[in-house]
C-alpha cells in the first residue's frame, strides 16, 4: 500500500541527523517536523527570518510579530534567533542550512526541479525555492510520485519551467525513496507493500533498481 | 546628535510622487508599514513600481495599493493571497516581476551598503536567468544581480529613538532592516518612538544614518494572516 | 537545540593544520581571539595564512603569531605598530596581501553568506585594481572582488550560549560577527558562555547557525593599544 | 601668516552642516571636532563600527572595547549606535556619511588622491582610506601646502601610487581654501595674512586666481 502524507513525513525524518538545520518547505514537508524523535539535536529555520522553531502556538499565545515562510503563526524555542532576510538567505546560499525538503510538481534524472509556475495557469512566483535549490547541497524532494491524473512527476525531463538544475539529490514519494545518480533515478527503497513494477510503471525517467530493494521501515 | 522625527505621516511622506519607486518593508502582513500604506492609498499618487516581499492580502497591508489601483509594476518574490492583485496581474493591468526571494533581499542590502551587483546562484539554468551574465566561481555558476534602485523606503520598526535607531521584533525584522537606506528617502513608522539615550547602543539593530525621517505610528492593526494554533495535549 | 560548546581550547582547535587559510576577528586589539591566538603561538602548527583587519603589537595579540614564525601570507589592511612582523614583511620572510579594509571586510561577509564575488568601488584607478575586472555600473566604475575561502575563522565574542549564538559589545563586533560562518571551521571564544534561552533572540548578533565550536576563555587581558584621556575640565 | 594644524581644522570644522554624519581620519581631520559648535546636528563615524563617538574618556574610564579607527579610546553619545565592519563600509560605500575629511601626502588637479604608499619606503597600508575616498560625494582633504622639503602637494599629476582617482573636491591647507574643478585648482580663499603670490609659488598644479579672493574668517 502506498504511503499518504505523512508516510512521507515520517520516512523523511529519518534522514534528519544530530546537529542538522533543516529548512521545510510548506505542504508535505511542513509535517516532517512532527515526526522527528526528541532526543535528536535538530534547529528548524524559516527563511523568513527565524531559526529555532518550535510548535504551533496555543491558542491565544499567538503572536502578530512570530510567522513562519507559510504565513503561520509559530512559536520558538530555547537558543532561537531572529535575523532580517538578507542573513537568511545567506545562510541558506553560504550553505549553513544542512538539509532542506520541498515539494516538487517535476522533478528530473538529471536533478533538475519545477516547482512553481504552470504556463497558462496563475503564476504566484518562486519565494525562496529558488534560493534553496541553488545552494542547498542536501535537498530532499518530498512528493506525491504521480500527479492526480496519474502521470509521472520523474520525468526524463522536466516539461515545466525549472526552479533549479542539478540539484535534487534524493526523492521520496508515497511509493518509494530515489536517489538521482549519474544514470538516472536509483530505487533505494520501496514503501511497505508497494511492488517494484507498480514504481517501475509510475516512473517517467530511466529507473535503475538494484538486485534487493529494501523496505522502508517506518517505526 | 542629528534628529530624524517628523512631526506627521504627511511630513513623513513629503516628496513622494506618482511613478516613483518604493520598497516596503514586511513580509506577508508581518513587519508592514502599515500607516503609511494607508495613507498611500488614499492618496492621489498613483503608477508607483513597488518593490516589496509579497502582496498583502484583499483589504490589508499592501492589498490597499491594489484596491485603489496605485501600482503599475510589482517587484516581489510570491504574489499570492490577494485576489485583486490576481485580477489585475491576469488582464495586464500591472507589471509583475517575479524575483527569487533571496535575490530580492540581497538586492536591496546591496542598494542599502552601495555594492552595485553581485553574483548569486539562485534561478541559475531558469528563466529567472534570462538574458543575465552568468559566471563560474570555484566551479559553480552565478547569476549576475544589480542593486535596487528605489525613491523611498517605507519601513516599519519595534522601537526607534529620535535619532532614528531602530529596533525590531521577531520576524517583523525580515526586510525592513535591509531596505532601510536602500532608497534615497527612508521614511520609518515605529509601534515606540522613544528618547535618544533609551535603546542600548549595543542593541542597535539599524543605526540611524540609515534612516531619514521617523515617526510614532498611529495604530496598528497588526492583522495576523494564517492563524495557527497547536490544539492543548 | 543543537550544542556547540566544547569543553576546551584543543578541542575547539582540532583540525587545524599548517599551511592554512585563518581569518582572525578583531581590529587592533579590540575584540581579538586572544586565547586562541596564545595557543596557536605556542602550537606547532605554522605557514599560515591569516586573513585580518591588522597585525597586532609586538607582544600581544596577532603579534605573538609574527614573534613565533607561524604565518607565511599576511592578507591585512593596516600593518603599523608591529616591528617584528615589518622586520619579516622587509626581508621577505612573509607575504603581505594589502587589502582596502571595506573590501576586506565585505569579502569576508560575502564568504558568510554565499555571495561568491561582488562588485566595489574602492581601489578603482589604483594598484589594488591591476588583474581586476572593472565594470561599469550607473557610469560609475567598480571593481569584481572575490570572497575569501578560509579554513578556520577565529572569533571572540562577548557573550555566547550552549546554541552558539553571539552577542558583541561596543566596537569589538568589528570583523567578529562577519568573519563567524565564512570559513570552513568557525571557533568562538567568549567572556560570558551563558545557558541557552538567556539570550533575547531578538538581541543575537550572529545565530547559532554559523558557528561550530565555542567555549569559554579563560583569561581575557584586554589589552588598549592608544590610551587616550581627555583632561577634566 | 599660514595656518597651523588646529587653524587648519577650525576651518574645516566650518564646512560642517546641520544633519552631516562625519568620518574623520587621523591627524589633522581628528582636531575638526574640536571645532565644531555644539548647537550643530552632526555626528561622527568611525569605520571601525561606532557612530555618534563623543570625546576620549577620563583617566579610568576607559574601556578596551571602546576605540575609533585609530585605536584610541573614545566615549559615546547619546544616539549612538555599534555595528560590524562590513555594514560600517556599507555606510561608506553607500553614501550614507555625508562628509569625508582626511590627509594626504598628494592631491592633483584632476582630483586624485595618493595618501598611503611611498615606494621604497615602509608601507603601513591603506586602511579604510580607499573605499572612503571612492565612494564619499564630499571629500575634503586636510594637508599642509607643501612638505618639509617646500614642495607642492598640490601636483599636476600625482607621482606616488594613488589611493583615488577624480575625488577629491575641496582642500584645505595652511595657506588656502582650494577646490578642484575641471579647470585645475581654483583657489577660494587665502589663510589670514597669506598672499596670493605665497599660494602660487607653493602651488605645482594649474592654480585658477578669481578676481576677488577672500581671506578666510576663523576667529
Known amino acids: ?219 | 546628535m542629528i534628529t530624524k522625527t517628523v512631526e506627521n505621516i504627511s511630513r513623513a511622506l513629503e516628496g513622494i510622487k506618482s511613478g516613483m519607486t518604493l520598497m516596503l518593508g514586511g513580509f506577508g502582513l508581518c513587519g508592514i508599514p502599515e500607516n503609511l500604506i494607508k495613507v498611500l492609498a488614499n492618496s492621489t499618487y498613483s503608477e508607483f513600481t513597488c518593490i516589496s516581499a509579497n502582496v498583502g492580502v484583499d483589504d490589508y497591508g499592501l492589498g490597499l495599493l491594489f484596491k485603489e489601483k496605485k501600482v503599475k509594476t510589482m517587484i516581489s518574490s510570491y504574489v499570492g493571497e490577494n485576489s485583486e492583485f490576481e485580477r489585475q496581474m491576469l488582464s495586464n493591468e500591472i507589471e509583475v516581476i517575479l524575483t527569487p526571494m533571496g535575490t530580492l533581499a540581497e538586492k536591496c542590502r546591496a542598494a542599502q551598503m552601495g555594492i552595485p551587483a553581485f553574483y548569486t546562484p539562485a534561478g541559475f539554468g531558469t528563466e529567472i536567468a534570462e538574458g543575465k551574465e552568468i559566471r563560474t566561481f570555484q566551479s559553480k555558476k552565478y547569476i549576475l544581480e544589480e542593486a535596487y534602485q528605489a525613491d523611498f523606503a517605507l519601513i516599519k520598526a519595534w522601537k526607534g529613538d529620535h535619532a532614528g535607531n531602530l529596533i525590531f521584533r521577531g520576524t517583523a525584522k525580515n526586510f525592513n532592516s535591509i531596505m532601510t537606506g536602500a532608497a534615497k528617502t527612508t521614511v520609518v513608522e515605529v509601534e515606540k518612538l522613544v528618547p535618544v539615550g533609551m535603546l542600548d547602543p549595543n542593541e542597535i539593530h539599524t543605526p540611524g544614518i540609515f534612516v531619514d525621517r521617523i515617526f510614532q505610528g498611529e495604530s496598528f492593526e497588526k492583522r495576523i494572516e494564517n492563524l495557527t494554533n497547536s490544539s492543548p495535549q
Open chain 1, 1 to 219: 500500500m502506498s504511503l499518504n502524507k505523512n508516510g512521507i513525513a515520517k520516512r523523511i525524518a529519518q534522514e534528519l541527523q544530530n546537529g542538522f538545520y533543516v529548512n521545510l518547505g510548506i505542504g508535505i514537508p511542513t509535517l516532517v517536523a512532527n515526526y522527528v524523535t526528541p532526543e535528536l539535536e535538530v534547529e528548524f529555520q524559516s527563511e523568513n527570518g527565524v531559526l529555532g522553531m518550535g510548535p504551533f502556538p496555543l491558542a491565544g499565545e499567538e503572536d502578530a510579530d512570530l510567522i513562519n515562510a507559510g504565513k503561520q503563526t509559530i512559536t520558538t524555542l530555547p537558543g532561537a534567533s531572529f535575523f532580517d532576510s538578507a542573513t537568511s538567505f545567506g545562510m541558506i546560499r553560504g550553505k549553513h542550512v544542512d538539509l532542506t525538503v520541498l515539494g516538487a510538481m517535476e522533478v528530473d534524472q538529471t536533478g533538475a526541479i519545477a516547482n512553481w509556475k504552470i504556463p497558462g495557469k496563475l503564476v504566484k512566483g518562486m519565494g525562496g525555492a529558488m534560493d534553496l535549490v541553488a545552494s542547498a547541497d542536501n535537498i530532499i524532494v518530498a512528493m506525491m510520485h504521480t500527479d492526480r491524473h496519474g502521470n509521472s512527476k520523474l520525468k526524463t525531463k522536466c516539461s515545466l519551467p525549472l526552479t533549479g538544475v542539478d540539484c535534487v539529490k534524493r526523492i521520496v514519494t508515497n511509493l518509494a525513496v530515489i536517489d538521482i545518480i549519474e544514470d538516472g533515478f536509483l530505487l533505494k527503497e520501496r514503501a511497505p507493500n508497494v511492488e517494484i513494477h507498480q514504481i517501475v510503471k509510475a516512473t517517467e525517467g530511466v529507473l535503475i533498481i538494484p538486485e534487493n530493494v529494501k523496505e522502508m521501515e517506518l517505526n
